[in-house]
């Protein structure tokens, strides 16, 4: 391919320049991770600063040189941002708390200093500036308690103890604390904390939602729940949930599409299905996804706003925060050859003017477009893809990578991904499947994976491959299966189960035995399983399933691998462990086959830090460049 002028692996996949932007409660300033010492942190920018943004003008609030910081929020007050960090990918997150004022900043507190201890989520209680809710094992690793913290005195307190089942706490503003917890049968029973002990309110079939209904947002007042639902229909629409009837009555809903309900670890590649004021909870709008999103005003103010945003960008509206007032908003734009670029607008004056850009040394003109298409399995399934070929090259007979999103409770969208763009700008087509299983398509899609784990889903994406075949794309002696996570299960199916179909494979944090992925995970996710793993691929306790996971688990046929396999996995991983890595990698380099080990002693489940992610794509590049 000595055609191909490929984009500098530094520039795909180097900390954005800028991201993840928020504005304050009072729309003064912007918050936004920028880069410092190759690392993400936590920066403010004043709204009222005139010309283009830049670091060394702003204030710096986080000094982390070890790991990227990539979720955080805005205090109630405006006072201080409030930010979770791992090490090295452990997911044993805690909470900080960064001042924003100039004499208190790079002085972050570790509001949660307990060691081993993982906070799974944080939010704000209404009407109470200075007090969080949080949701951590600090009790017993097995146990997730909800507890509410005063910012100001730093008093912690447990408000909700978790019995010993997976749950999953709902802090209401001004009432009692709220819980999903599932039921012996599976259903998530929606319940109310009270006098130590779990009311009824409502039950969702645990067959319907492979995790609890998403999305769980209380109403300002206190009064009830908006929900993600799929009673009584294929799709997902907005519901609200009366605290103190149980009923559910429809909000919102689109008459084809579902509500965008990706999972909540996508937050930080998708923006989430509803639009909210972040200052006063106001439900501003929903976001449905068919091949393009599709956003509903549901506020008459937010009608204007969003007139006006959509006007400056050609772009899809991505993540988008507001003041209290909701007349300064800055809302970021994608396409699926622009990584992002965010503006800050005043409804009150008008003003609108483009902030930064993520990735602004990445000419658009160089990547390649998404096109989003559908190709019909073998049973009759409409299978969502995406096809991306290399810009400026002939469009046949490509060597091809079949790239396979995790989860498989996730999905693939015609939106900018740097994987995507790296693979093309290196003259490979890239070939992605929504396989049935993956989420947003309805609930009947999604059920027909149960039991399918390297039967149909696998079969999907043959047929997506054989249809890009068959229209002339793809080569298909040189075609290279890859993906992370379930991706990396699928990469290693791929080469175990049809191994005449690939001339490489890539897993990257994939599951070899899907028995040891159930029995290996925390403890206190083991009752969570019950609607997603359990379910779908079987129960490794339950003798006829034990027998079927291993059927259809990649340790089964490690003898049957012909191609040339790259393996790749974060040595802190707690989600995949790494053992299930080297037992691929043990197995068929004692056969003598073609095997690549590349291991990560500072990541996990995912690597964050830009310069794992230069050594991970540059050994994915040597790989495939030697065999494709």
Known sequence: MSD???????????????????????????????????????????????GPLRLEDDRRLTNDMRRNIESYAWSPDGKAILFLQDADGDENW??????????????????????GVRVMGFSFAGGEPETIFIQMNARNPAAIDLHSLNLATGELRMIGKDPGRFIYWIPIPNGLPHAFIIEPGGDHLLTRFEHEDFVPIARFAGEDYPFTPTPIVP???GSGLWLGSNRGSDSTRLVKIDLASGEEGEVDSHPVFSLDTPRPEADQRYAPSLILNPATGKLLGARYLGERQVIHALDTH?????????????????????????????????????????????????????????KPNLDSHQLSSVRPLNVTSRDGFAIPCHLTLPADRDAHLL??????????????????DPEV????????????????????????????????FAGRMHDDLIDALDWAIAEGYVDPDRVAIYGSSYGGYAALVGASFTPDRFAAAIDYAGVADLRALVRELPSFLREGLMNNWIAYAGDPDIEA??????????????DRIECPLLVIHGAQDTRVAIGQAQTVVDSLRNRGHDV?????????????????????????????????
Request: contains cysteine.
């Open 545 to 558: 399933d034990n027998a079927d996971m291993l059927s259809r688990s990649p340790v089964s046929r490690l």
């Open 302 to 358: 937010f009608v204007s706003v969003l007139a006006k945003l959509t006007s400056l960008s050609d772009g899809t509206l991505g993540h988008i925060t507001c003041d209290a007032s909701g007349q300064h908003w800055v809302a970021e734009f994608t396409t699926d050859r622009d990584p992002g670029a965010t503006w800050f607008y005043d409804h009150e004056t008008g003003e609108a003017r483009l902030v930064a850009r993520r």
């Open 399 to 416: 060597p091809t990578v079949l790239l396979v999103h995790g989860g498989p409770w996730y999905r693939d969208s015609a939106f900018y």
């Open 94 to 115: 805690h909470l900080y708390r960064a001042p924003v004022a100039d004499e208190e900043r790079l002085r972050p507190v570790d509001l949660t200093p307990f060691s």
């Open 596 to 628: 690549e080990f590349l291991v990560n002693e500072r990541e996990g489940h995912w690597f964050i830090n830009q310069d794992s992610n230069f050594e991970l794509y540059r050994t994915i590049e040597a790989f495939l460049a030697r065999h494709l």
């Open 4 to 50: 191909v002028n490929p984009i500098p692996v530094e520039t795909l996949f180097a900390a954005p320049a800028f991201s993840g932007a928020q504005i304050s409660p009072d729309g003064t300033r912007i918050a936004y991770l920028a880069p410092w010492h190759e690392r993400l942190n936590i920066f403010v920018h004043d709204t009222e600063m005139e």
């Open 421 to 452: 763009q790296f693979f093309a700008s290196r003259g490979y087509a890239v070939l992605q499947v929504n396989m049935r299983g993956s989420t947003g398509y309805g609930k009947a899609f999604m059920k027909a994976a149960k039991g399918e």
């Open 219 to 221: 109403t300002p007042d």
